[in-house]
């Protein structure tokens, strides 16, 4: 009998796991994951930091499900070694456990950040805000308290979001002019920036971190090139985040992971965050992956499409605020691409961007992304201008016109789910990729999912 080992038990991992068990059903399967908490739902860490949902509700499995799946799920486990030669995993507790077939999907973890006395990440008070944990202990100073959050990820903007819903006294350092400089332009950051302060948020511009302060060996504040020190009692170190593959030969640096997932060891894929594609954070990727690098594991067919990623898509919630950005969404001054874009509406701003050839390359949705699942499949396919569909064009350049594509995103992985044309509010849909039903509710953009507790 084959086993199996897993380790980290995040959407990739447990996608893995599931999809072994229906491939292999007499396979011994063990997750590793060095969480206390069995799988849940992170991307909506926001909602439960923010105190709108109760910790039960982020649970993605029932406590019996691993149990009646046969699968060996090991919580608190860290890994320390792999000795791909051996077919062996360290734990932490120098436990070697024996596999045959090996994934890992630990994710990302944060980089270190330099305190007065060289420590960072890992300090009381100073949180990256990518586990329940962390949610957990921003949620607690509700009512009261100030939080320095920095960098320009989804994870520091999740986290102002919370902060600011729990009534928080909010600063925000961005490291250039634009928020998420990489995906926003100058239109959108600017739609975003208003949200933050109308929420109340202290925005800093230009801001370089040199440090975080700290008190009695705990965090109390974040310190400037410029010397100047914002104080706080819980700091959102979200700057950058790295591959948590450490427990592998040569580490983080020397994974390499090929378009079909496999690694430079015999018998090892990689799937999720830990891969390395950008943007990071992206659920519905891991869940593909978890999936794509089970069935690879197993021997069985695999699609033919390639399990990395080929085109960049952020699906996300930005200070409520919904936005989608496919492929290249920033074009640099006079760089060759050119963009088709709507004016600033309120809250609401639509562009794309072709090639020099005029294909569509990118796009970018703030507010309303109904036509994000359509314009993803013309990205990737790298459709002419001339060829885009003209009712898509008619619904994203025409304010008036009555709409054809109506969506809204999973509230788990993000996942743009076209709605049909009489929806309603009320109306109960079930998310087609991870299965989350969720209720209908109207809200400030349209159509958007109504959170359950």
């Known amino acids: 009998?084959?086993?199996?080992?897993?380790?980290?038990?995040?959407?990739?991992?447990?996608?893995?796991?599931?999809?072994?068990?229906?491939?292999?059903?007499?396979?011994?399967?063990?997750?590793?994951?060095?969480?206390?908490?069995?799988?849940?739902?992170?991307?909506?860490?926001?909602?439960?930091?923010?105190?709108?949902?109760?910790?039960?509700?982020?649970?993605?499995?029932?406590?019996?499900?691993?149990?009646?799946?046969?699968?060996?799920?090991?919580?608190?486990?860290?890994?320390?070694?792999?000795?791909?030669?051996?077919?062996?995993?360290?734990?932490?507790?120098?436990?070697?456990?024996?596999?045959?077939?090996?994934?890992?999907?630990?994710?990302?973890?944060?980089?270190?950040?330099?305190?007065?006395?060289?420590?960072?990440?890992?300090?009381?008070?100073?949180?990256?805000?990518?586990?329940?944990?962390?949610?957990?202990?921003?949620?607690?100073?509700?009512?009261?308290?100030?939080?320095v959050v920095f960098g320009d990820t989804l994870p520091a903007l999740q986290m102002v979001q919370a902060a600011s819903a729990l009534g928080l006294e909010v600063t925000y350092l961005a490291a250039g002019e634009r928020i998420l400089p990489n995906v926003l332009d100058d239109d959108a950051s600017q739609i975003v920036a208003n949200r933050m302060r109308a929420a109340g948020v202290q925005l800093v511009w230009t801001a370089a971190v040199a440090g975080i302060v700290q008190k009695d060996e705990k965090a109390c504040g974040v310190r400037l090139a410029d010397g100047k020190v914002y104080s706080a009692d819980i700091v959102g170190a979200c700057a950058s985040y790295e591959p948590a593959a450490d427990f592998l030969p040569g580490g983080a640096a020397a994974l390499r992971i090929a378009e079909d997932l496999s690694t430079p060891w015999e018998h090892v894929w990689a799937a999720g965050d830990v891969v390395g594609d950008e943007p990071p954070f992206n659920w519905l990727r891991a869940w593909r992956q978890g999936e794509r690098a089970a069935l690879a594991a197993c021997g069985s067919p695999v699609p033919a499409s390639p399990g990395r990623s080929t085109v960049h898509v952020l699906n996300c919630q930005a200070m409520g605020l919904s936005l989608a950005a496919i492929g290249q969404t920033v074009v640099p001054y006079r760089s060759g691409p050119t963009e088709l874009r709507t004016d600033v509406m309120g809250e609401f701003y639509k562009k794309l961007v072709f090639s020099a050839d005029d294909r569509l390359i990118g796009a970018l949705l703030v507010g309303n992304i109904a036509e994000a699942g359509a314009l993803e499949e013309a990205v990737k396919m790298g459709i002419g201008r001339a060829d885009l569909d003209p009712l898509l064009l008619k619904q994203l350049f025409e304010p008036t016109y009555r709409p054809q594509y109506l969506g809204v995103q999973c509230p788990v992985c993000r996942h743009e789910i076209q709605l049909e044309p009489d929806a309603k509010a009320g109306d109960r849909v079930t998310c087609p990729i991870c299965g989350v039903d969720f209720e209908l509710a109207e809200g400030e953009q349209g159509l958007q999912v109504k959170a359950t507790h």
């Open 1 to 147: 009998m084959s086993r199996y080992v897993i380790v980290g038990g995040g959407v990739a991992g447990t996608r893995a796991a599931e999809t072994i068990r229906r491939q292999t059903p007499a396979a011994e399967i063990l997750i590793l994951s060095a969480e206390s908490r069995p799988f849940y739902r992170r991307p909506q860490l926001t909602d439960y930091a923010a105190g709108l949902l109760s910790a039960g509700a982020l649970s993605a499995r029932p406590q019996s499900s691993w149990r009646e799946r046969n699968l060996d799920l090991r919580l608190g486990t860290v890994v320390h070694a792999v000795k791909p030669e051996e077919h062996i995993v360290v734990t932490s507790d120098d436990a070697g456990l024996e596999y045959d077939r090996l994934i890992v999907a630990t994710g990302r973890a944060p980089r270190m950040y330099a305190a007065s006395d060289g420590v960072g990440v890992g300090l009381p008070g100073v949180i990256s805000f990518t586990n329940l944990d962390e949610a957990t202990e921003l949620r607690a100073l509700q009512g009261g308290g100030r939080a």
